[in-house]
């Protein structure tokens, strides 16, 4: 099954212009390492890991902040609070489920006159098939962290 649309390349046009951005971590439950996928399925199987927050995922996360606060004219600081994310793996009578989720607050501090605008978003995502493997499963999180941004965003328009 293909991955979810991704919503990040629309363009919002936004009026603000990122001065920093910060990504803070804050989930209560971080696992050491991130969920590998088995290799042979077992009948009701759940695995669910909330994966330690990597530069790749900073840098998705970042990639949607500067493509969409760019071109504005108010220079704003974003802060990225990461509520909650996980990565859960399940099998099926016929088939393996990947599911990915994410909980994000955005706050965009406009520095100019000290105005803070926050909003908060939840992306949940899910492909189900019989050959599902470590990379699209990555492809999926990363979707689902792009996406849950880019929902906040949409909230500023």
Not at 45 to 52: A, F, G, M, R, T
Not at 57 to 73: A, E, M, P, R, T
Not at 75 to 89: A, G, I, P, Q
Request: hydrophobic share 35%; proline share 4%.
């Amino acid at each position: 099954m293909p991955l979810p649309a991704d919503i990040s390349h629309a363009d919002l046009t936004l009026s603000y212009k990122f001065k920093s951005i910060e990504i803070r971590d804050e989930r209560t439950s971080i696992d050491s390492s991130d969920l590998i996928t088995p290799k042979v399925s077992f009948t009701k199987k759940l695995i669910k890991v909330s994966p330690p927050l990597t530069n790749v995922h900073k840098d998705s996360l970042g990639f949607v902040l500067k493509k969409q606060l760019s071109n504005g004219q108010t220079e704003v600081n974003v802060t990225v609070h990461l509520l909650d994310s996980f990565k859960e793996f399940s099998t099926l009578p016929m088939e393996d489920k990947e599911k990915a989720k994410c909980l994000v607050k955005l706050k965009i501090d406009l520095e100019q006159d000290g105005n803070l605008k926050t909003c908060s978003a939840t992306a949940e995502y899910f492909v189900t098939g019989k050959d599902v493997n470590d990379k699209g499963f990555e492809q999926l999180y990363i979707r689902t962290l792009k996406n849950s941004v880019q929902t906040c965003l949409n909230e500023f328009k």
